[in-house]
């Protein structure tokens, strides 16, 4: 038995690298049993095959974080790649992301893209006064990625975003040697099409494990996992100042009299758009039940 990491997962089969070669790999029945998916990233245990057949999965090791929507496991960062250009990336789609990603002790770096078209000013801003390392950039002209390149050099990282928005052109970007497919944006519809179909990681030449994901919609972020509307608060660094200084011990922050994050967004310290989220997601968490998270 040797020990990998899934590079990808494609049609029930799982491409693991031991770190000299890759093998195709199917997983035991076992795993179905104890209803453990394997996910790209996971660090397995796995029986190559000595006739050229598929070896077998035996057994995920211990995870550090996992995410369903993308499907990843043992990420150090989420880069969150949004764009003010054609697609035009609703906020709601990074904030409903970056928590998640805050819920699983995820750190997460948004990128405007495709700002040699739309500076990307307005999202940037949001994101740098919320504490998130913000990067301006353009797979186009090349602006940005250098910076990009320092800070996913030596990590586990996953690009997820919006469909359109350039995640596969990033990453061509950065290391043309993946030469990853891409497509073109509606103008009608103002939204990508979708050419990545499957999570695969790929190591790139500064020495990064990247994660290129599917694209995203509205629809699929309103089916992503939520934290607890009890702690949600803690997935919004911007509100952790002034959490625990509210009159009522269990404020939601919502609408409550005495609630110091509502002083903070009526004094300006916290942007709008992240507050509507918030409210946005306390609203949806709110109505799920405990029994039917599992």
Not at 88 to 109: E, G, M
Not at 197 to 226: I, K, Q
Not at 244 to 249: A, K, L, T, V, W
């Amino acid at each position: 038995m040797a020990e990998g990491t899934i590079m990808k997962a494609l049609s029930g089969f799982y491409y693991v690298d031991d770190g000299a070669s890759v093998y195709t790999c199917r997983g035991r029945g076992r795993l179905r049993h104890i209803k453990m998916t394997p996910l790209v990233g996971d660090r397995v245990r796995f029986t190559p095959s000595l006739d050229g057949s598929p070896g077998t999965l035996d057994e995920i090791l211990p995870r550090r974080n996992e995410f369903f929507r993308p499907a990843v496991a043992n990420i150090d960062q989420l880069v969150i790649i949004a764009s003010e250009a054609v697609p035009v990336t609703d906020p709601f789609l990074i904030d409903r992301v970056a928590a998640i990603a805050q819920s699983r002790n995820c750190q997460c770096i948004i990128c405007i893209n495709k700002c040699d078209l739309a500076d990307g000013q307005k999202l940037a801003g949001i994101y740098h006064r919320a504490g998130f390392p913000t990067l301006r950039i353009s797979a186009e002209t090349g602006e940005g990625l250098e910076e990009l390149r320092s800070l996913i050099t030596g990590k586990v990282s996953a690009f997820t975003g919006n469909s359109g928005v350039g995640k596969s052109s990033v990453l061509n970007a950065l290391d043309p040697g993946i030469a990853l497919s891409t497509g073109d944006v509606s103008q009608k519809l103002g939204r990508g099409r979708h050419t990545t179909r499957h999570v695969e990681l790929y190591r790139l030449s500064c020495s990064a494990l990247a994660a290129d994901t599917p694209g995203f919609s509205s629809f699929d972020v309103d089916r992503m996992e939520l934290a607890r509307k009890e702690e949600l608060q803690y997935a919004f660094p911007d509100f952790a100042p002034y959490l625990g200084r509210c009159r009522f011990q269990d404020c939601a922050h919502v609408k409550e009299k005495g609630c110091a994050v509502l002083a903070a967004l009526k004094e300006g310290e916290i942007e709008p758009t992240r507050h509507q989220s918030y409210v946005r997601l306390y609203e949806q968490a709110k109505a799920i039940p405990d029994w039917e998270r599992g």
